[in-house]
């Protein structure tokens, strides 16, 4: 099973010159918790809510997203089997991860919605482990 066969593929996103309040407040309306960050529609970071809390709030309320976002972007294709989603997210102890194809994402998976696989939900399970893991 391949990631596009069980991504999200509504993606919430926001612009690299969003204030760190506008964002908060997509998460908000949306009830999500992490967003792709674009530029000229091609992501450069991603931003979760813990993002805008820890470093939004307490240092740079009044700033733009590019300030506290998370500037590495940890992507897979739409192709990817999910288990080496699953893995990836373990290695970088990540719980989403968006689906990039060319340079527009088109996607979103979670965690989650590799372990609605029977195929791939033990890979998810293991992943969750590892990133529960200090």
Do not use: F, W, Y
């Amino acid at each position: 099973m391949n990631v596009r066969e069980v991504m999200t593929d509504e993606v919430i996103s926001c612009e690299k010159t969003d204030s760190v309040a506008q964002v908060a407040k997509i998460m908000k309306d949306h009830n999500i918790g992490i967003l792709p960050v674009l530029d000229q529609g091609r992501a450069i970071g991603m931003i979760s809510d813990r993002d805008v809390v820890i470093r939004g709030v307490a240092e740079h309320k009044e700033e733009q997203v590019d300030q506290v976002m998370t500037h590495q972007v940890i992507s897979v294709k739409p192709d990817t089997n999910s288990k080496e989603a699953a893995a990836l997210m373990a290695e970088h102890q990540v719980r989403r991860l968006p689906v990039i194809e060319g340079s527009k994402v088109i996607g979103m998976v979670s965690l989650g919605d590799l372990s609605i696989s029977t195929q791939s939900n033990e890979q998810a399970g293991d992943a969750l482990t590892d990133i529960s893991q200090p």
